[in-house]
């Protein structure tokens, strides 16, 4: 499929979506809302692809959320009543958070590439992956406060899993920029870089571990993780044993123990690709 705003490419197992308008800081314009989740679900369904790498080009991660570009050419030629803009702004907002959560929600995880700004809509993004590394010249802006706006996509609800409450309240109050070094001391993000290119190869030896394991025991554990997070401890603990049930991981720890004993390592099978009814 053809990308306006990414490119989108399988190396393997491992799947790669690209922010690829440099020019434009990769701005996130109608057709990026469009395509991401696109992209994601062309991955994720195939049940070949068992990680997915999402980085970009240029200087910046993201520049965010293009609002000018907004708002179909009949509403601003006939401005709506406020009911009907609200109507149309909830149903808006709420496909664009849909957006961002598909990255969550794909059975595969979803690693962070971040060079310069994730800015805006760039921080949703990030927040929304499994894991996120980042160079040393990349920045963290919850850029919607700074133009009168509460952000609203994902990043109040996500970050504050990610990072201290403390913290993640002065960010969004005051939507100053936390620098690499900060995000790494906070948890934001798992290692910094020197460069772009020394963090995509070490980003891609990354997902070639986790490509190699079993990938119905990283769809489980991203599974459970994901549900923990709205869940007690208890109530996750009975809902494993549900999930254990149905999904029996028995064979993948068989194939693992006799490929070890046969002296090679254990390739396992896809996951069944996603299909209709």
Same mark, same amino acid.
Request: hydrophobic content about 40%; aromatic content about 6%.
């Given at each position: ?16 979506? #690209? ?13 990026? $809302? ?5 992209? #994601? ?9 068992? #990680? ?64 310069? @700004? ?109 549900? @923990? ?13 549900? $999930? ?31 299909? @209709?009814?």
């Amino acid at each position: 499929m053809n990308y306006e705003r990414l490119s989108v490419r399988t190396e393997d197992d491992i799947g790669h979506i #690209v922010l690829n308008v440099p020019d434009e800081y990769n701005r996130m314009p109608p057709a990026f $809302w469009r395509e991401l989740p696109e992209a #994601v679900c062309e991955l994720d369904s195939s049940g070949s692809v068992r #990680v997915i790498v999402l980085s970009s080009t240029g200087k910046h991660f993201s520049a965010g959320l293009d609002i000018s570009s907004f708002g179909t050419s009949a509403e601003r030629e006939r401005p709506l009543d406020t009911g009907r803009a609200g109507e149309a702004a909830v149903r808006r907002l709420g496909l664009m958070q849909a957006t961002i959560t598909v990255l969550e929600e794909a059975r595969i995880p979803v690693i962070a590439a971040i060079q310069g @700004g994730a800015v805006g809509g760039g921080v949703d993004l990030a927040a929304a992956c499994d894991l996120r590394y980042c160079t040393r010249d990349a920045f963290f802006c919850i850029q919607e406060i700074n133009i009168g706006l509460a952000a609203d996509v994902g990043t109040l609800q996500r970050l504050p899993y990610l990072i201290p409450e403390g913290l993640m309240r002065e960010l969004a109050y005051t939507g100053r920029r936390m620098f690499a070094d900060e995000a790494l001391a906070a948890g934001l993000v798992t290692r910094i870089f020197d460069d772009h290119a020394g963090m995509l190869a070490a980003v891609n030896d990354i997902a070639r571990s986790i490509a190699d394991k079993s990938p119905l025991a990283i769809h489980t554990t991203k599974h459970l993780l994901n549900y @923990g997070r709205s869940h007690s401890i208890a109530e996750t603990l009975k809902y494993q044993t549900v $999930w254990m049930g149905a999904v029996s991981q028995g064979g993948e720890m068989a194939r693992h123990f006799k490929a070890k004993a046969e002296g090679r390592d254990a390739r396992f099978d896809d996951l069944p690709p996603l299909t @209709g009814l």
